[in-house]
């Protein structure tokens, strides 16, 4: 069995055992006020500790399905191993998608939460974008619920000359960070992250305060970047990976 089939087995899953859910071409409408503070935050925690609070049918699902797939889990940036959480009602949601102008391509993935598990509403908290010049190259992710209230995912992408591991994770009080390749980002300047790899392995980033939150359409806001002065005119440099 093909690791591209195991990745899809999985993936179905996850959705079962997490709610986590997809969809191709969601359009956000609004954007959910959360509420979490300090202290909020502290008891969710304490409910972690109390083996009381643990959703224990779930946590043996998530034993099974790594005794099945750890392989899977293992090649990620960071090895997805089962631990016991207090129970949660929390979808989340990973899309993939492909921008290309002429002979530019890049390929990315959009993180976020749906607006509650029963609603059709996703809201973006992070939009990564990498320039690949190749609609077949390489794309793993790995969005998990299991940290609620945080959002947390991470995944792979493998370019011509090189590959760019990425972390993500998203607070409840709005402080989020993306860790590709040792770079931090803090996102709070910005959710839409592109990265441009260079020929001689090196690579140039963009970080663009805008977010597919913020159009109707998602092509809106794929013409948005593609027309973006600043990408624009990292798109000439001559060490872009052909």
Not at 89 to 96: F, G, M, R, W
Not at 148 to 156: D, F, R, S, V
Not at 212 to 237: E, W
Request: net charge neutral; charged share 25%.
């Amino acid at each position: 069995m093909t690791k591209k089939l195991l990745i899809i087995i999985i993936s179905g899953i996850l959705f079962h055992s997490c709610q986590e859910k997809e969809q191709s071409n969601p359009v956000v409408q609004t954007v959910k006020e959360e509420n979490w503070d300090i202290e909020k935050l502290n008891n969710r925690a304490v409910q972690h500790l109390d083996t009381t609070k643990w959703d224990i049918k779930l946590f043996n699902q998530d034993i099974e399905t790594y005794n099945k797939y750890s392989k899977i889990f293992q090649s990620y940036p960071l090895n997805k191993s089962p631990f016991p959480v207090a129970e949660y009602d929390y979808a989340v949601s990973s899309i993939p998608f492909v921008m290309d102008m002429d002979s530019t391509v890049f390929k990315g993935v959009r993180i976020g939460e749906y607006e509650n598990p029963e609603s059709e509403i996703i809201i973006d908290k992070l939009t990564l974008i990498i320039l690949t010049n190749d609609k077949d190259a390489e794309e793993t992710t790995l969005v998990d619920s299991r940290n609620y209230p945080y959002l947390t995912a991470q995944g792979i992408f493998k370019v011509k000359n090189n590959e760019f591991d990425w972390v993500f994770s998203a607070s409840p009080d709005r402080y989020s960070t993306l860790l590709i390749n040792m770079k931090l980002f803090d996102l709070r300047f910005g959710e839409t992250i592109i990265i441009y790899p260079q020929t001689d392995k090196s690579f140039l980033y963009d970080q663009i305060k805008d977010s597919p939150n913020n159009y109707g359409n998602f092509k809106d806001f794929k013409k948005s970047i593609m027309t973006n002065p600043k990408v624009n005119k990292q798109l000439i440099s001559k060490k872009n990976i052909k």
